[in-house]
């Protein structure tokens, strides 16, 4: 089995920074794409920020040239450093990935347990 853990989440005020990690841990062969997810209130769960095992990245309109994701593969983590922080980036905040176990040998997609970001005005 393989756990997603997140760490990072709080209150901050508009224009401030947060850094949220994950670390995949476990019976883990290989960890594939990481990436963030938020679901604020009232609205659908929606991609942030994904990226690939070879570095390369994706991010939501919303939170280019604010957010950088990053990723050490030897740690099996991802990391969002999140700056210039507006009320609307509140929400709950999910790690995600495809990690293969060592047993059964094939990918599944994993979620962490969700973090509270509050950005207050």
């Known amino acids: 089995q393989v756990q997603l853990v997140e760490s990072g989440g709080g209150l901050v005020q508009a224009g401030g920074s947060l850094r949220l990690s994950c670390v995949a841990s476990?019976?883990?062969?290989?960890?594939?794409?990481m990436g963030w997810y938020r679901r604020a209130p009232g609205k659908e769960r929606e991609l942030v920020a994904g990226?690939?095992?070879?570095?390369?990245?994706n991010y939501t309109d919303s939170v280019k040239g604010r957010f950088t994701v990053s990723r050490d593969n030897a740690k099996n983590m991802v990391t969002l450093q999140m700056n210039d922080l507006k009320p609307e980036d509140t929400a709950v905040y999910y790690c995600?990935?495809?990690?293969?176990?060592?047993?059964?040998?094939?990918?599944?997609?994993?979620w962490g347990q969700g973090t509270q970001v509050t950005v207050s005005s």
């Open positions: 995600n990935a495809d990690a293969t176990p060592h047993f059964p040998r094939w990918s599944v997609n994993y």
């Open positions: 476990g019976n883990i062969f290989r960890v594939d794409a």
């Open positions: 990226i690939a095992r070879d570095g390369s990245t």
